[in-house]
């Protein structure tokens, strides 16, 4: 089936940095994907929806200017965590639509110290 | 979407069927059932998904009321490592809509 992968799989920081994660449809185009945030025993959250050539689309209660998203190809986007704090310690995870399902990358779990 | 209700968690003994309710009551017409898990810190995996009749893959079997306000999902002869989360999602008949998650079951398969 079609692969998903995310880079960096765990990733430290201090707070106040940025960390930018990497989000890659290895076998397929992508001109949607989807960011999503899980922390400890929760379920996932939609975070926003990055779209391929234009603005990322925001859920309610997300920052933008915190949470900057670029589609920068049809098989590349990227999520940047800016002035990270310990809050935004989580899972993050994305995923991109195959033609009857989605395909979800491995995640990638930030810690910020 | 139509939301989704299942149970927190679950156990089951390895290499009997293990049988996950779902209830979707308020699904729609043009909503398909979805099912995907997620083993321990990996990104969720899609499993099965079905309209109104019942559907069988190499992973799982899906059977939907004729109703379709519920369904189960089927894992024949669970292994350890079926050990996971399960969500249950009612989704809009384009596949490329995102998804929103429920609490899941949590499926504790043991020796």
């Known amino acids: 089936g079609a692969v998903v992968s995310q880079h960096p799989s765990r990733v430290i920081c201090k707070s106040g940095t940025s960390v930018k994660i990497e989000c890659r449809s290895l076998d397929f185009q992508a001109t949607t994907m989807f960011w999503y945030r899980q922390f400890p025993k929760k379920s996932l959250m939609l975070m926003a929806t990055s779209n391929e050539g234009s603005k990322a689309t925001y859920e309610q209660g997300v920052e933008k200017d915190k949470f900057l998203i670029n589609h920068a190809s049809l098989t590349l986007s990227t999520l940047t965590v800016t002035s990270a704090h310990p809050e935004d310690s989580s899972f993050y995870i994305c995923?991109?639509?195959?033609?009857?399902?989605?395909?979800f990358g491995p995640g990638t779990r930030l810690t910020v110290t | 979407d139509a939301k989704t209700t299942q149970p927190p968690s679950m156990d089951c003994a390895e290499g009997r069927a293990a049988n996950l309710p779902c209830n979707h009551s308020?699904?729609?017409?043009?909503?398909?059932v979805y099912w995907y898990r997620q083993i321990h810190s990996q990104g969720p995996q899609y499993i099965i998904h079905?309209?109104?009749n019942n559907e069988t893959n190499e992973m799982a079997s899906l059977i939907i009321t004729e109703d379709r306000k519920s369904s189960t999902l089927i894992l024949p002869h669970a292994t350890l490592r079926d050990t996971a989360v399960y969500y249950c999602?009612?989704?809009?008949?384009?596949?490329?809509?995102?998804?929103?998650f429920g609490g899941g079951t949590r499926l504790m398969v043991k020796p």
């Open positions: 308020t699904i729609s017409g043009n909503e398909y």
């Open positions: 995923s991109a639509p195959g033609q009857l399902e989605q395909y």
């Open positions: 079905g309209l109104k």
């Open positions: 999602i009612a989704v809009n008949n384009n596949a490329g809509n995102m998804l929103t």
